[in-house]
């Protein structure tokens, strides 16, 4: 609230310098600019209404599923136990350790998968922090942390994070190239992000190709909104794992896997396989 002047002086002056930009480059006028943005200000103006209502109807959802959020979490962990026999009472009992198997399976890969997102977040975190300190950006941590938790969003987290400290960027600061380092910044981490700390310090997580991935994100966000976007590869992870254990379904988890950085060397690996072991021991034993 209190850089509300010095956003509007900047957004001036960089409104200034477009339009002599623009009519440098391709001879527009100035009276033919402001004719133009008169005109779509008429046409934003008539439909302003079913956009204000869109807003308030997006606001009103994210607010409930805050709310309702605690909640949900509070219910499956009170009744994790019922849920539980409910899985192991719904299958013939000949299918208790395939059943057992899964389960276990899946609460490994969401430990690991959520512990090694927390570690990789808070080192994107630290990095774009400090670079955009050197840069001198305005509010450089809280983009910084920002970028971080978007991040956590395959594919398309880090380009809205860009896009937006971008945009917040242009209104608080007087150099444009400012843009252009943030830019600079923001894909260099993310580059070493995705070739050495996803595979280092994430490859503990059941890997899914990058297909699969950004079908399920885009389908995630789709059916349930940004909780979607979060949750989906956690849920694809899931699916793979029940396909991986039903030999009718083997190869659907197969096409959902990335076996080529999947390493056979990860302690998640390990863990699965004696996991395996076990379960095949008892059913046999059974």
């Not at 774009?128 to 942390?145: H, R």
């Not at 978007?150 to 994070?161: E, S």
């Not at 991986?244 to 699965?272: A, H, N, Q």
Request: proline content about 2%.
């Amino acid at each position: 609230m209190q850089d509300i002047p010095s956003i509007k002086e900047h957004l001036t002056e960089h409104f200034i310098s477009l339009q002599h930009w623009v009519k440098d480059k391709f001879h527009v006028s100035f009276e033919q600019q402001n004719e133009y943005l008169n005109e779509q200000a008429v046409k934003l103006k008539d439909t302003g209404t079913g956009y204000i209502s869109h807003t308030f109807f997006s606001i009103t959802e994210a607010l409930m599923l805050l709310i309702l959020m605690p909640i949900y979490t509070f219910l499956l962990l009170f009744y994790k136990d019922h849920i539980r026999k409910f899985l192991f009472a719904v299958f013939n009992q000949k299918y208790t350790p395939g059943v057992q198997n899964v389960i276990s399976k899946t609460k490994l890969m969401i430990r690991s998968y959520m512990v090694g997102l927390l570690i990789e977040m808070g080192i994107v975190a630290a990095g774009n922090s400090i670079g955009l300190l050197l840069l001198g950006v305005k509010y450089a941590i809280f983009f910084g942390v920002l970028a971080a938790v978007l991040n956590l969003i395959p594919y398309i987290g880090m380009f809205t994070a860009t896009l937006f400290t971008v945009l917040v960027t242009l209104t608080t600061s007087d150099h444009t190239s400012d843009v252009v380092w943030i830019i600079v910044i923001f894909y260099s981490i993310h580059i070493v992000d995705v070739n050495f700390l996803m595979p280092r310090i994430v490859a503990s997580r059941l890997r899914i190709n990058a297909l699969i991935s950004i079908l399920g994100v885009v389908i995630g966000g789709s059916l349930t909104g940004v909780s979607g976007l979060f949750l989906s590869i956690p849920a694809i992870a899931f699916i793979k794992i029940v396909c991986d254990e039903v030999d009718g379904l083997k190869p659907w988890g197969m096409l959902m896997g990335d076996e080529t950085t999947y390493s056979k060397k990860s302690k998640l690996y390990t863990k699965l396989k004696k996991i395996s072991i076990k379960q095949s021991a008892k059913l046999h034993r059974n």
